[in-house]
């Protein structure tokens, strides 16, 4: 009986550090396919956001292009909002983790979608101090 209980313990202890670890699996610093802009996603409440902390365009460093990212287990992120500045419009995006180390960025504007792969990296923010 002790055995089943700590056993039982155990499984649930494993199970809460894995699902925290998932839904956090996206915190850091990522870059985009030509690497021509940094994004450090960081945890705004129940959901997660970007902010660009490097990029090609001076003006866009510390903007938001994504927000209202929510975790939605399995290694997704769903429901969020990306402004595209070409367009001057905000878009529906989501997010899936591949690795640790990469994930697929989609954004769907009515029946168009589109999809971007980015890589984590190493990046000290010169801001961050």
């Not at 199970?15 to 396919?33: F, R």
């Not at 209202?68 to 367009?87: F, K, M, T």
């Amino acid at each position: 009986m002790k055995t089943a209980i700590l056993i039982f313990i155990s499984s649930i202890t494993w199970l809460e550090a894995t699902a925290q670890s998932g839904s956090d699996g996206i915190l850091g610093y990522w870059t985009n396919p030509d690497q021509s802009q940094i994004l450090e996603f960081v945890q705004n409440g129940d959901t997660y956001e970007a902010i660009i902390r490097q990029s090609e365009k001076p003006e866009a460093i510390g903007k938001t292009p994504i927000t209202g990212l929510e975790y939605r287990g399995n290694s997704r992120y769903r429901d969020g909002q990306i402004y595209v500045p070409q367009r001057d419009m905000k878009a529906d995006c989501s997010i899936k983790l591949f690795s640790k180390d990469e994930f697929r960025l989609t954004v769907k504007v009515g029946m168009m979608s589109r999809k971007v792969d980015w890589t984590r990296v190493d990046f000290e923010n010169p801001s961050e101090g």
